[in-house]
Protein backbone atom coordinates (compact mmCIF):
# COMPACT_ATOMS: atom_id res chain seq x y z
CA UNK A 1 0.00 0.00 0.00
CA UNK A 2 1.28 3.29 -1.41
CA UNK A 3 0.04 6.98 -0.83
CA UNK A 4 -2.03 7.98 -3.71
CA UNK A 5 -1.60 4.74 -5.84
CA UNK A 6 -4.89 2.71 -6.64
CA UNK A 7 -4.82 -0.43 -3.98
CA UNK A 8 -5.24 -3.16 -6.28
CA UNK A 9 -2.04 -1.69 -7.99
CA UNK A 10 -0.01 -4.42 -5.84
CA UNK A 11 3.94 -4.31 -5.57
CA UNK A 12 4.50 -6.62 -8.70
CA UNK A 13 1.61 -5.13 -10.73
CA UNK A 14 3.57 -1.50 -10.26
CA UNK A 15 7.08 -3.38 -11.36
CA UNK A 16 5.83 -4.51 -14.36
CA UNK A 17 4.37 -1.19 -15.41
CA UNK A 18 6.88 0.94 -13.89
CA UNK A 19 9.48 -1.84 -15.93
CA UNK A 20 7.66 -1.23 -19.18
CA UNK A 21 8.95 1.17 -21.91
CA UNK A 22 7.56 2.92 -24.60
CA UNK A 23 6.10 0.45 -27.21
CA UNK A 24 6.29 -2.22 -24.81
CA UNK A 25 2.72 -4.50 -24.49
CA UNK A 26 1.01 -5.08 -21.43
CA UNK A 27 -1.55 -8.27 -21.49
CA UNK A 28 -4.99 -7.51 -19.56
CA UNK A 29 -6.97 -10.64 -19.69
CA UNK A 30 -10.59 -11.91 -18.66
CA UNK A 31 -10.87 -15.23 -16.22
CA UNK A 32 -10.99 -17.69 -19.00
CA UNK A 33 -7.79 -16.86 -21.00
CA UNK A 34 -5.12 -18.96 -20.52
CA UNK A 35 -2.87 -16.83 -18.92
CA UNK A 36 0.06 -18.77 -17.40
CA UNK A 37 0.76 -20.40 -20.88
CA UNK A 38 1.20 -17.07 -22.72
CA UNK A 39 2.70 -15.02 -19.96
CA UNK A 40 5.27 -17.58 -19.89
CA UNK A 41 6.77 -16.38 -23.29
CA UNK A 42 6.36 -12.99 -22.91
CA UNK A 43 9.11 -10.48 -22.27
CA UNK A 44 9.78 -10.85 -18.49
CA UNK A 45 7.17 -13.90 -17.99
CA UNK A 46 5.45 -12.48 -15.36
CA UNK A 47 1.69 -13.65 -14.42
CA UNK A 48 0.33 -10.99 -12.02
CA UNK A 49 -3.73 -11.89 -10.81
CA UNK A 50 -6.05 -9.61 -10.00
CA UNK A 51 -8.78 -11.64 -7.84
CA UNK A 52 -11.86 -10.16 -7.64
CA UNK A 53 -11.12 -7.21 -10.23
CA UNK A 54 -12.84 -7.08 -13.85
CA UNK A 55 -10.52 -5.44 -16.63
CA UNK A 56 -12.57 -2.28 -16.26
CA UNK A 57 -11.56 -1.99 -12.62
CA UNK A 58 -8.35 -2.87 -13.24
CA UNK A 59 -7.88 -0.91 -16.50
CA UNK A 60 -9.09 1.97 -14.63
CA UNK A 61 -6.18 1.59 -11.68
CA UNK A 62 -3.35 0.97 -14.06
CA UNK A 63 -4.33 4.06 -16.59
CA UNK A 64 -3.86 6.20 -13.75
CA UNK A 65 -0.23 5.59 -13.84
CA UNK A 66 0.45 4.11 -17.42
CA UNK A 67 0.28 6.32 -20.10
CA UNK A 68 -1.00 4.75 -23.49
CA UNK A 69 1.09 4.93 -26.78
CA UNK A 70 0.18 8.55 -28.27
CA UNK A 71 2.57 7.55 -31.29
CA UNK A 72 0.58 4.82 -33.02
CA UNK A 73 -3.12 4.66 -33.68
CA UNK A 74 -4.50 2.17 -31.94
CA UNK A 75 -2.65 2.02 -28.68
CA UNK A 76 -5.26 -0.28 -27.59
CA UNK A 77 -6.24 -4.13 -29.49
CA UNK A 78 -9.55 -6.00 -27.82
CA UNK A 79 -10.31 -9.37 -28.58
CA UNK A 80 -12.37 -9.96 -31.49
CA UNK A 81 -15.78 -12.04 -30.83
CA UNK A 82 -15.55 -15.03 -33.11
CA UNK A 83 -17.22 -14.34 -36.32
CA UNK A 84 -18.24 -11.01 -35.22
CA UNK A 85 -14.78 -8.98 -35.99
CA UNK A 86 -16.91 -5.84 -35.75
CA UNK A 87 -19.14 -6.37 -32.78
CA UNK A 88 -17.81 -4.45 -29.67
CA UNK A 89 -19.45 -5.78 -26.54
CA UNK A 90 -19.66 -3.55 -23.27
CA UNK A 91 -16.50 -5.25 -21.62
CA UNK A 92 -15.10 -3.28 -24.87
CA UNK A 93 -16.67 -0.33 -24.97
CA UNK A 94 -15.80 0.27 -20.84
CA UNK A 95 -12.57 0.00 -21.22
CA UNK A 96 -11.92 2.45 -24.26
CA UNK A 97 -14.26 5.00 -21.79
CA UNK A 98 -11.79 4.25 -19.05
CA UNK A 99 -8.79 5.46 -21.39
CA UNK A 100 -10.87 7.78 -22.64
CA UNK A 101 -10.59 9.04 -18.90
CA UNK A 102 -7.26 8.64 -18.45
CA UNK A 103 -5.60 10.14 -21.14
CA UNK A 104 -8.50 12.88 -21.49
CA UNK A 105 -8.32 12.02 -25.30
CA UNK A 106 -10.10 9.84 -27.67
CA UNK A 107 -8.26 6.53 -27.57
CA UNK A 108 -8.88 4.65 -31.35
CA UNK A 109 -9.35 0.91 -30.05
CA UNK A 110 -8.44 -2.05 -32.56
CA UNK A 111 -9.17 -5.25 -32.69
CA UNK A 112 -6.93 -8.74 -33.55
CA UNK A 113 -9.24 -12.43 -33.97
CA UNK A 114 -8.89 -14.57 -31.10
CA UNK A 115 -6.19 -16.76 -32.37
CA UNK A 116 -3.86 -13.71 -33.21
CA UNK A 117 -4.77 -12.48 -30.05
CA UNK A 118 -2.84 -15.47 -28.43
CA UNK A 119 0.11 -15.19 -30.92
CA UNK A 120 0.55 -11.44 -29.93
CA UNK A 121 -0.19 -11.81 -26.47
CA UNK A 122 3.42 -13.71 -26.16
CA UNK A 123 4.99 -10.66 -27.54
CA UNK A 124 3.96 -8.88 -24.78
CA UNK A 125 5.85 -7.55 -21.67
CA UNK A 126 3.49 -9.17 -19.03
CA UNK A 127 0.43 -10.95 -18.29
CA UNK A 128 -2.15 -9.48 -15.92
CA UNK A 129 -5.24 -11.53 -15.17
CA UNK A 130 -8.48 -10.59 -13.88
CA UNK A 131 -11.57 -12.00 -12.67
CA UNK A 132 -13.98 -10.54 -15.68
CA UNK A 133 -16.79 -12.59 -16.21
CA UNK A 134 -17.48 -11.20 -19.87
CA UNK A 135 -16.47 -13.29 -22.38
CA UNK A 136 -14.15 -11.75 -24.90
CA UNK A 137 -12.89 -9.53 -22.06
CA UNK A 138 -8.93 -9.35 -23.35
CA UNK A 139 -6.49 -6.30 -24.27
CA UNK A 140 -3.10 -5.64 -25.51
CA UNK A 141 -2.24 -1.89 -23.93
CA UNK A 142 0.63 -0.21 -25.63
CA UNK A 143 2.47 2.37 -22.75
CA UNK A 144 3.49 5.49 -24.12
CA UNK A 145 5.78 8.19 -23.49
CA UNK A 146 6.24 9.97 -19.83
CA UNK A 147 7.31 13.88 -21.16
CA UNK A 148 7.02 15.30 -17.04
CA UNK B 1 8.64 5.40 -15.14
CA UNK B 2 5.09 6.03 -14.65
CA UNK B 3 2.71 9.40 -15.20
CA UNK B 4 3.36 11.56 -11.53
CA UNK B 5 5.66 9.33 -10.11
CA UNK B 6 9.40 10.42 -9.34
CA UNK B 7 11.49 8.66 -11.90
CA UNK B 8 14.10 8.01 -9.27
CA UNK B 9 11.53 5.35 -7.74
CA UNK B 10 12.63 2.90 -10.26
CA UNK B 11 10.63 -0.42 -10.45
CA UNK B 12 12.61 -2.40 -8.15
CA UNK B 13 12.36 0.83 -5.18
CA UNK B 14 8.66 0.88 -6.27
CA UNK B 15 7.96 -2.84 -5.22
CA UNK B 16 9.83 -2.51 -2.30
CA UNK B 17 7.99 0.20 -0.81
CA UNK B 18 5.04 -0.77 -1.96
CA UNK B 19 5.56 -4.30 -0.59
CA UNK B 20 5.96 -2.81 2.91
CA UNK B 21 3.61 -2.95 5.64
CA UNK B 22 2.72 -0.89 9.31
CA UNK B 23 5.91 -1.01 10.79
CA UNK B 24 8.31 -1.99 9.03
CA UNK B 25 11.74 -0.31 8.05
CA UNK B 26 13.44 0.93 4.88
CA UNK B 27 17.10 1.54 5.19
CA UNK B 28 18.76 4.86 3.85
CA UNK B 29 22.09 5.08 3.89
CA UNK B 30 25.30 6.79 2.16
CA UNK B 31 27.68 5.91 -0.26
CA UNK B 32 29.97 4.42 2.82
CA UNK B 33 27.51 2.22 4.08
CA UNK B 34 28.36 -1.72 3.84
CA UNK B 35 25.01 -1.81 2.11
CA UNK B 36 25.20 -5.10 0.97
CA UNK B 37 25.89 -7.01 3.76
CA UNK B 38 23.26 -5.50 5.37
CA UNK B 39 20.80 -5.95 2.82
CA UNK B 40 21.26 -9.70 2.62
CA UNK B 41 20.21 -9.81 6.29
CA UNK B 42 16.92 -8.02 5.82
CA UNK B 43 13.72 -9.69 5.87
CA UNK B 44 13.51 -9.38 1.98
CA UNK B 45 17.15 -9.67 1.03
CA UNK B 46 17.41 -6.55 -1.55
CA UNK B 47 19.54 -3.72 -1.79
CA UNK B 48 18.61 -1.03 -4.29
CA UNK B 49 21.21 1.35 -5.49
CA UNK B 50 20.34 5.24 -6.55
CA UNK B 51 23.06 5.95 -8.20
CA UNK B 52 24.00 9.97 -8.49
CA UNK B 53 21.45 10.99 -5.65
CA UNK B 54 21.67 11.92 -2.30
CA UNK B 55 19.43 10.69 0.96
CA UNK B 56 17.64 13.93 0.88
CA UNK B 57 16.66 13.54 -2.78
CA UNK B 58 15.75 10.49 -2.30
CA UNK B 59 13.42 10.86 1.05
CA UNK B 60 12.15 13.74 -1.21
CA UNK B 61 11.03 10.93 -3.76
CA UNK B 62 10.25 7.78 -1.33
CA UNK B 63 7.88 10.19 0.68
CA UNK B 64 5.91 11.24 -1.82
CA UNK B 65 4.42 7.49 -1.28
CA UNK B 66 5.54 6.05 1.88
CA UNK B 67 3.81 7.07 5.14
CA UNK B 68 5.75 7.38 7.88
CA UNK B 69 4.30 5.92 10.91
CA UNK B 70 1.83 7.95 13.08
CA UNK B 71 2.10 5.36 15.89
CA UNK B 72 5.53 5.92 17.68
CA UNK B 73 7.45 8.65 18.66
CA UNK B 74 10.43 8.36 16.59
CA UNK B 75 9.39 6.82 13.11
CA UNK B 76 12.89 7.88 11.69
CA UNK B 77 16.09 6.94 13.19
CA UNK B 78 19.35 8.98 12.52
CA UNK B 79 23.11 7.53 12.68
CA UNK B 80 24.69 9.37 15.74
CA UNK B 81 28.04 11.12 15.24
CA UNK B 82 30.33 8.76 17.01
CA UNK B 83 31.15 10.25 20.18
CA UNK B 84 28.51 13.47 19.51
CA UNK B 85 25.32 11.59 19.96
CA UNK B 86 23.19 14.68 19.90
CA UNK B 87 25.02 16.72 17.05
CA UNK B 88 22.33 16.72 14.24
CA UNK B 89 24.44 17.60 10.95
CA UNK B 90 22.67 19.20 8.11
CA UNK B 91 22.03 15.84 6.36
CA UNK B 92 20.22 14.87 9.05
CA UNK B 93 18.27 18.40 9.15
CA UNK B 94 17.41 17.99 5.62
CA UNK B 95 16.28 14.51 5.96
CA UNK B 96 13.53 16.08 8.75
CA UNK B 97 12.44 18.99 6.52
CA UNK B 98 12.04 17.00 4.11
CA UNK B 99 9.95 14.14 6.08
CA UNK B 100 7.62 17.11 8.11
CA UNK B 101 7.03 18.74 4.29
CA UNK B 102 6.00 14.85 3.48
CA UNK B 103 3.93 14.40 6.13
CA UNK B 104 2.63 17.96 6.78
CA UNK B 105 3.41 17.86 10.50
CA UNK B 106 6.33 18.20 13.18
CA UNK B 107 8.30 14.44 12.46
CA UNK B 108 10.87 13.32 15.51
CA UNK B 109 14.13 11.93 14.41
CA UNK B 110 15.28 9.92 16.82
CA UNK B 111 18.68 8.62 16.95
CA UNK B 112 20.92 5.55 17.39
CA UNK B 113 24.58 4.71 17.49
CA UNK B 114 26.47 3.49 14.74
CA UNK B 115 27.38 -0.11 15.18
CA UNK B 116 23.04 -0.27 16.78
CA UNK B 117 22.41 1.20 13.73
CA UNK B 118 24.43 -1.48 11.93
CA UNK B 119 22.43 -4.40 14.14
CA UNK B 120 18.72 -2.68 13.62
CA UNK B 121 19.40 -2.38 9.54
CA UNK B 122 19.48 -5.95 9.46
CA UNK B 123 16.47 -6.51 10.98
CA UNK B 124 15.11 -3.91 8.23
CA UNK B 125 12.91 -4.64 5.45
CA UNK B 126 15.79 -4.08 2.71
CA UNK B 127 17.88 -1.22 2.07
CA UNK B 128 18.40 2.03 -0.10
CA UNK B 129 22.17 2.95 -1.08
CA UNK B 130 22.54 6.32 -2.57
CA UNK B 131 25.48 8.61 -3.30
CA UNK B 132 25.00 10.59 -0.37
CA UNK B 133 28.66 12.02 0.46
CA UNK B 134 28.00 13.51 3.88
CA UNK B 135 29.08 11.46 6.55
CA UNK B 136 26.29 9.73 8.98
CA UNK B 137 23.80 10.42 6.41
CA UNK B 138 22.03 7.09 7.44
CA UNK B 139 18.31 6.77 8.60
CA UNK B 140 16.07 4.09 9.47
CA UNK B 141 12.12 4.73 8.21
CA UNK B 142 9.57 3.31 9.76
CA UNK B 143 6.28 2.96 7.16
CA UNK B 144 2.81 3.85 8.61
CA UNK B 145 -0.85 3.34 7.44
CA UNK B 146 -2.24 4.45 4.16
CA UNK B 147 -5.73 5.08 5.03
CA UNK B 148 -7.92 6.21 2.40
Chains 1, 2 share one sequence.
Not at 51 to 61: K, L, P, S, Y
Request: charged share 20%; hydrophobic share 50%.
Amino acid sequence: MLKGIAPILNPDLLWLIAAMGHGDELVLVDRNYPALATAKATLTGRLITLDGVDTTEAARAILTLLPLDGFVETPILRMEVTGEPATVLPVHADLKAVADAAEGRDVAMGSIERLAFYAAARRGFGVVQTSEARPYGCFILKKGVVFD
